[in-house]
């Protein structure tokens, strides 16, 4: 059974930091590109970053709305994927989901499988 | 980046309906486009990629259509079990980016 279970979540101060973790299970992580996709209380998806595989010299993608304040990053001998969050904004507030890419004809589509999400406050 | 339209926004439909939700592209995506459903305090559940094939396990009561940038995701013989919010998903281009959701009712 495939599990994606996040951890790390909690309330944090604006411009403060904060470590998200996926530990995977019941696949093969090495063979995945990985996502983290969140969600604001009451509102809908959006995909936050990407992490491609060994193969893909595990590149990266990042939503404008993060670049350059997050780092997604992977660790395959651990079977785990994380999160590094920094200079933390209000607007980040949401329940943070990893998700497990699947690549058919030519592209790869976020969310084959989804953790339980983790859910990160960010609030003085 | 590439924006997704989904309409209605919400849908009051009754036991037994067929219903269907669109899903418009601001620009062509050729057939890289998913469907996920998701229901309250739940993580999304994969239900259709690249337009219609349907994910390992998800009854054929859900099928999905189009081309483009016009994608439809069409729902037979509504059950209870299938109330929910419906997001669909381009990934031809990055920032991968989703719809705002459809929420499904029951009337």
Redesign the interface.
């Known amino acids: 059974e495939v599990q994606l279970v996040e951890s790390g979540g909690g309330l944090v101060q604006p411009g403060g930091s904060l470590r998200l973790s996926c530990a995977a299970s019941g696949f093969t992580f090495s063979d995945h590109y990985m996502?983290w996709v969140r969600q604001a209380p009451g509102k809908?998806?959006?995909?936050v970053a990407?992490i491609r595989k060994r193969g893909n010299s595990y590149t990266t993608?990042?939503?404008?709305s993060v670049k350059g304040r997050f780092t997604i990053s992977r660790d395959d001998s651990k079977n785990s994927l994380y999160l590094q969050m920094n200079s933390l904004k209000t607007e980040d507030t949401a329940v943070y989901?990893c998700a497990r890419g699947?690549c058919?004809?030519g592209?790869?589509?976020?969310?084959?499988?989804?953790?339980?999400?983790t859910l990160v406050t960010v609030s003085s | 980046?590439i924006q997704m339209t989904q309409s209605p926004s919400s849908l009051s439909a009754s036991v037994g309906d067929r219903v269907t939700i669109t899903c418009r592209a601001s620009q062509g995506i050729?057939?890289?486009l998913?469907w996920?459903q998701?229901k309250p305090g739940k993580?999304?559940?994969?239900l259709i990629?690249?337009v219609s094939?349907l994910?390992s396990g998800v009854p054929s009561k859900f099928s999905g259509s189009g081309s483009g940038t016009d994608f439809t995701l069409t729902i037979s013989s509504l059950q209870p079990e299938d109330f929910a919010t419906y997001?669909c998903?381009q990934?031809?281009s990055?920032?991968?980016?989703?719809?705002?959701?459809t929420r499904l009712e029951i009337k």
């Open positions: 996502d809908g998806l959006e995909w990407r993608e990042y939503a404008a989901y699947q058919s004809g592209s790869c589509y976020c969310g084959l499988n989804w953790g339980q999400g | 980046d050729s057939n890289y998913a996920f998701q993580a999304p559940k994969a990629y690249a094939s994910q997001y998903q990934y031809n990055y920032p991968l980016t989703f719809g705002q959701g």
